[in-house]
């Protein structure tokens, strides 16, 4: 397909700052990529060239789709903002406490058992703790806590700059209680290094030389970490940095994200403005359910292909199941006038506004011996015990000032150990040592025999013969559902460590890098076999001929909770998902829903079903 007027405009531009409006299915990508190309092709000098998305989705298309290029990684950093972040400080931390790659705790649990430790080592937080009554009253708390020092975080506020004083004394026990473990929350990327730019500013400049043009992807899901980062990193007079985004698309207010900062960005950078206004992957029918949904949404050129909305009404969450399963189903043996060849379920998507609207549906799914992937969140978590505490002594040999996962694997493994016998920092032989104890067989010996094979003594890590290891235990030892689980995280163990390795040079492929792009999620495939079951915020970014918006009731779709500014950003959501489709939508919902407490509630079907006149 060759360049619109507008596109062959943004894949031109030279020097100077460049803010492009894309709407869905304007193209963004092609452009992305294309600009890219011309920089790294048709450019004169040394440098690189930084392509920075807001999905490792969307870095991995991009990657993919110029992978023809000679060197191409040596030539342009291709990936999420904070992937960039981790870069740079594993590169030029240490200015900021940060002694190669950093140690990442993504996981809320360790993040919360962080804190926790930290408060009742305070008598005067442990108080205000205990004072909260029950173990899921202080879990809330500790929540609550967590989320103020993430918002704290995100204003790019140091301790001793958060007005509240006793809040600032909290906050500094959890970054302490932190770095006891060597490691930093995915907030810390951000901050350290807006730190580091800020207050080394050669560092800065070092960067600037090194990445002659930067483009941001998705730029309306900027925060204000992340924008003043980016002016951190720009200085007061680089201009080269082209902004891509979509304030009709911004989904993530909640987590601190505005499209205002596209307007900051052309005030502040006096950027050129460019406008994407053609459609060019939706049919008439979905184009026109998003300019209900976005009256100011803009759409040039004529569709050909005009697509189909269809509704289903379940009498229950069962009933709509089914009814989508029989919806799908004859897609597949009919197929459809508007989508070419035959609908396999690798061409349909199903979307929740939540992950709890597919509770009924995943068990008729598998009655079908339909064969589907979910992608829910950014994070993914080992199931299965046996797998948890290899990843356990993983994050231990990786980071041997763990104190954390040591006591958590300690604890696990009900192995009693003085603090005097206690090895520290646990390394390798430490941790064998411990394992030693187990008979063979026990599966604590058997993730030791596992460890073993990893080679660390190697300078290229190998994790095949580990999980070689690991499954051939579960063949031998384990029950039906224990073996089927283990085998589920071993299979999606080696989907990441394949990625990483595709990636990743033999000098990178470090356990500690490897554990760190799983904590950003960058070993993550967007598209899997078989059919997608997808949130809206997962599904962002993605495609698909057909799409089934399930769930569509008040109070799931909008959210029960969203009133005010949240409802806007529901509508937004629903802009999202509708767009997702590329020729036929469907949307689903039932007249009663079974609700946690075990009693069953008539449902209303959602407020934009009825404005759509859809109902």
């Not at 299965?384 to 040999?397: A, G, M, T």
């Not at 949130?535 to 959210?559: N, R, Y």
Request: aromatic share 8%.
């Amino acid at each position: 397909m060759n360049l619109s007027k507008d596109q062959a405009r943004v894949v031109q531009h030279g020097e100077g700052a460049l803010l492009v409006v894309a709407g869905p299915g304007s193209g963004k990508t092609r452009v992305l990529t294309e600009r890219v190309r011309r920089l790294v092709c048709e450019s004169d000098g040394h440098f690189r060239v930084l392509a920075l998305t807001f999905t490792n989705k969307a870095a991995n298309e991009m990657r993919e789709r110029l992978k023809e290029i000679p060197d191409i990684h040596q030539r342009a950093f291709i990936g999420t903002l904070h992937s960039f972040c981790m870069e740079v400080l594993t590169s030029r931390g240490q200015q900021v406490g940060i002694d190669g790659a950093p140690n990442l705790f993504e996981q809320f649990q360790d993040r919360k058992q962080v804190l926790r430790q930290a408060m009742l080592a305070d008598p005067e937080f442990r108080q205000i703790l205990l004072s909260k009554g029950s173990v899921r009253d202080q879990d809330k708390a500790l929540w609550q806590f967590l989320d103020a020092i993430s918002d704290a975080k995100g204003q790019l506020l140091l301790p001793d700059a958060v007005e509240d004083s006793r809040f600032g004394r909290l906050y500094l026990a959890y970054d302490q209680g932190m770095r006891a473990s060597r490691a930093i929350d995915y907030d810390d990327l951000l901050l350290l290094t807006y730190r580091l730019f800020l207050e080394r500013p050669k560092i800065a400049g070092f960067y600037r030389r090194l990445y002659r043009y930067i483009c941001i992807d998705e730029a309306q899901d900027l925060n204000e970490a992340q924008y003043r980062l980016l002016q951190a990193l720009c200085g007061s007079s680089y201009r080269n940095l082209m902004m891509v985004g979509d304030p009709k698309q911004a989904i993530f207010q909640w987590n601190g994200a505005h499209p205002k900062y596209l307007d900051l960005f052309e005030r502040d950078f006096e950027a050129q403005r460019i406008a994407l206004n053609q459609n060019f992957r939706s049919s008439a029918a979905v184009v026109e359910i998003a300019v209900r949904l976005s009256p100011d949404y803009e759409v040039e050129g004529e569709y050909p292909i005009a697509g189909e909305v269809t509704v289903l009404r379940g009498r229950d969450e069962e009933d709509e199941a089914r009814q989508v399963i029989a919806y799908l189903l004859d897609l597949q043996a009919s197929g459809h006038a508007d989508i070419e060849g035959e609908i396999t379920l690798d061409r349909c998507a199903i979307l929740g506004r939540n992950r709890y609207v597919f509770n009924r549906l995943e068990p008729a799914l598998s009655r079908e011996g339909w064969t589907y992937y979910k992608h829910l969140s950014t994070q993914q978590e080992s199931e299965s015990d046996l797998l948890e505490d290899f990843e356990i002594c993983l994050r231990l040999l990786a980071n041997p000032g763990d104190r954390l996962h040591l006591e958590q694997l300690l604890n696990r493994w009900r192995i009693d150990v003085s603090e005097s016998d206690r090895p520290e920092p646990l390394d390798c032989s430490a941790l064998m040592q411990q394992l030693e104890r187990f008979p063979s067989g026990n599966p604590r010996r058997v993730i030791l025999e596992a460890v073993q094979r990893l080679d660390l003594n190697d300078s290229e890590l190998r994790l095949g013969p580990a999980l070689d290891h690991l499954a051939a235990y579960a063949d031998d030892a384990l029950k039906d559902d224990d073996r089927a689980m283990v085998l589920q995280d071993i299979s999606q163990w080696r989907k990441d460590w394949d990625r990483f390795v595709r990636r990743a040079s033999g000098l990178q492929r470090s356990l500690r890098t490897f554990l760190g792009q799983i904590a950003l999620g960058a070993t993550q495939q967007p598209r899997e076999d078989g059919l997608a079951l997808l949130t809206v915020h997962s599904a962002k970014g993605l495609e698909f001929d057909v799409v089934v918006i399930m769930g569509m009731m008040e109070g799931v779709f909008p959210d029960y909770r969203a009133a005010g500014s949240a409802l806007d950003e529901e509508r937004r959501n629903l802009f999202v998902a509708a767009t997702r489709s590329k020729r036929l939508l469907c949307f689903s919902y039932a007249e009663q829903r079974m609700m946690p407490w075990g009693s069953s509630k008539a449902q209303i079907p959602s407020r934009f079903l009825q404005q759509l006149g859809l109902t």
